[in-house]
């Protein structure tokens, strides 16, 4: 693919990019009315070695070798340290420097896991810094889905399960590797490009798209040269799943060629850490994978599983027993039924007249042939065996034990759906007390001990929090004393509602800067869009559920504008994932405390955690630290360089409980408040 550069920051782009994703440049030629983001006050770059700081390529800003000397010493010692660190104190380059000062002495890899892309691309951008000063080198990974040129041609690629992609790809590989026709000729030039492409990353430090074109240019493999040359590389940025998946994390490991005790982890937004473990282990069974994996039954020839029991007979017992337990235990009214341990393997038993270590048996059967039926269809162009992706849920179901998982009967409108909630993953803390040392880091992570507490940290991890360098008086924070979202009081008020939408519109319409505002759901968003684009007098912008081009393109108009509202969600990619330094953002708007909803896995948690450390304490870990971090986040996007101000508005008295954490302070009138704070000169 033809890559090219931004003729404003020179930045890496290719065709179909819209405009620059560094300086948001148009590359269509229409720059008429738009014009270059003013330069922020960014880190001075230093020539000379810091030699209390080796790795830190920037003059040192208040804090920074604090927190690079606690991690160093951490590390040294062979311990976690968990890191709250406020806006500005560069939680990316003291890690790093604090990190590799450590690593490179003693041979040791450093492993840097992110949530998203854009953080990788930072991590990539900083040891491009580094080594104005100091050798070093990063390579940054994605998984197959996100790099594979020859899969991603296929009309169905975004359907095809994880399965289907793996033996898809081995069996091209094994193809071009015997010289047989169907192989994939961007792995067969893996072995030509290597070196050619090492030698660009070391240079270059490409961003992760960018890495990805330029090996498309060179017509090689994207995933497998990466895994080809990444032992050679002192920094691999990787996914969580790389980590918090066993056997990705064992696979991952093994082309490193490194023990635990070898590397050096580094876990950027930490406290979205154990919400992705959890996320991971989760699964579900879904009637439509059901009735494929049935009609995939069909073409077989009924190979027996155990018993006298065929494939289809197992595959038929599990569908009539979903629908018999969501009829027998749904609630009219309701959607969902929590299932008692081995509910499910009972009912397939009866129906099946087998015993429960048969069932067991039978499940591994079936596991064999879909696999054999997925190795068929690796030699045509037919897409994932039904019949292996239904055979790994079922294993994954079997084995679950129902202390740690949530496991429940529900409905939609499309048919019955098995869910299996893990509420308390074991093998992450297993993993983590294996490492000699790591960094847990985020904006937003306390309580600290309790983030070590339920990952299931060692003893001797070390707490820090560390404030923003920024003047404090450029931030102010204020919530309502009057106005709520609490669910009670919105029956009981039903001009409630009305009061909440007004504020919003009057503070958008008070305050002449963007605006975000945060929603606690898509469904409020939803209810209050009709009001708030009739009483907005500015142009307004709307996240769209599930539709993340849209609400790119609508959040690229807005931060090109000075003057806009943009409404999202809490805790989307928005509200987390997103830098928006000067004029892009100044105010936010909070409505409502965003705890999550109720579910059968909160309440499992809840009551999980109330046994383990005591009354309340559930509820404190399940839903009011989440909800705080989100607002905390949420109300980060503000302040991003030492000259921006920035002002939030929590549209919820409930607030005052976890004011001292906000740093907000009550307000009888919000809009005065506002109108007050950004008249004064900065």
Not at 5 to 16: A, D, L, V, Y
Not at 147 to 174: E, M, V
Not at 295 to 308: F, H, N, Q, T
């Amino acid at each position: 693919m033809k890559t090219r550069f931004c003729p404003n920051c020179g930045s890496m782009t290719f065709p179909g990019m819209p405009r620059c994703s560094s300086c948001g440049m148009p590359l269509d030629g229409s720059v008429e009315n738009w014009t270059a983001p003013p330069k922020s006050d960014g880190p001075k770059v230093i020539s000379q070695v810091n030699q209390d700081a080796p790795y830190l390529p920037y003059e040192p800003r208040e804090v920074q070798l604090d927190i690079i000397k606690d991690i160093r010493n951490a590390l040294d010692a062979g311990k976690h340290i968990v890191i709250e660190s406020g806006t500005g104190t560069g939680k990316t380059i003291t890690s790093l420097a604090g990190s590799l000062e450590h690593a490179k002495a003693r041979g040791k890899k450093i492993i840097y896991i992110t949530r998203t892309i854009s953080q990788s691309d930072q991590v990539m951008k900083e040891l491009k810094a580094i080594s104005t000063l100091k050798p070093v080198s990063g390579i940054t990974l994605t998984g197959r889905n996100k790099s594979c040129p020859l899969l991603q041609s296929r009309a169905d690629f975004d359907n095809l399960s994880p399965n289907a992609l793996s033996t898809l790809c081995s069996d091209r590989k094994q193809r071009s590797q015997q010289g047989r026709s169907g192989g994939c000729p961007y792995f067969e030039q893996v072995g030509h490009q290597t070196d050619t492409v090492e030698a660009y990353c070391k240079r270059a430090f490409p961003k992760s798209d960018e890495i990805d074109a330029y090996c498309r240019g060179l017509k090689v493999c994207p995933y497998e040269v990466k895994k080809a040359m990444m032992k050679d590389f002192d920094v691999i940025v990787a996914p969580y799943i790389h980590i918090i998946d066993p056997d990705i994390r064992e696979n991952f490991l093994s082309v490193l060629d490194v023990e635990p005790k070898d590397i050096v982890l580094i876990v950027d937004e930490a406290h979205n850490l154990m919400d992705a473990v959890r996320e991971q282990e989760s699964f579900s069974i879904n009637l439509r994978l059901v009735n494929s994996a049935l009609d995939e039954c069909s073409v077989l020839k009924r190979p027996e599983v155990g018993d006298g029991v065929v494939i289809d007979d197992l595959v038929r017992a599990l569908k009539n027993a979903m629908r018999d337990l969501a009829s027998g235990k749904i609630p009219f009214g309701g959607s969902e039924a929590l299932l008692k341990a081995d509910e499910l393997e009972g009912s397939i038993c009866n129906m099946l007249k087998t015993g429960r270590t048969q069932l067991d048996m039978m499940v591994e059967r079936m596991n064999e042939i879909g696999e054999n039926r997925q190795d068929a269809l690796a030699d045509t162009d037919a897409p994932s065996s039904p019949l292996l992706d239904l055979a790994v849920l079922l294993r994954k179901w079997v084995k679950s034990p129902a202390d740690r998982y949530v496991k429940a009967i529900r409905t939609n409108e499309d048919g019955e759906v098995l869910t299996a909630g893990c509420i308390d993953p074991v093998d992450i803390g297993k993993f983590m007390n294996d490492l000699k040392g790591a960094v847990h880091m985020s904006g937003t992570l306390q309580p600290l001990s309790t983030y070590a507490k339920v990952l299931g940290l060692p003893m001797d991890s070390i707490p820090r929090t560390y404030p923003s360098p920024f003047p404090k008086e450029n931030k102010l924070v204020v919530y309502s004393k009057v106005l709520t979202t609490n669910f009670q009081e919105l029956q009981r008020n039903p001009a409630m509602k009305q009061q909440l939408q007004r504020t919003v519109a009057q503070l958008c319409n008070a305050v002449d800067k963007n605006i975000l505002v945060f929603m606690p759901s898509y469904r409020v968003m939803k209810e209050m869009r009709p009001y708030l684009e009739e009483a907005i007098y500015k142009n307004i912008y709307w996240e769209e559920s599930g539709r993340q081009k849209k609400t790119m393109a609508a959040l690229d108009q807005f931060r090109s504008g000075r003057s806009g509202v943009f409404v999202c969600v809490m805790g989307g990619s928005v509200a987390e994932g997103m830098d928006f330094p000067g004029d892009e953002l100044c105010f936010a708007v909070i409505v409502g405390i965003p705890y999550p909803p109720p579910s059968l896995e909160i309440k499992a948690m809840k009551d999980m955690y109330d046994q383990k450390y005591g009354a309340g304490f559930g509820w404190k870990l399940t839903s009011q630290i989440p909800a705080v971090r989100k607002m905390r986040q949420a109300i980060g996007r503000l302040i991003r360089t030492p000259t921006d101000r920035g002002m939030a508005v929590i549209l919820d008295n409930r607030a005052a409980r976890d004011a001292r954490q906000l740093e907000a302070v009550p307000s009888d009138d919000p809009v005065a408040d506002a109108v007050k704070f950004f008249a004064k000169k900065a």
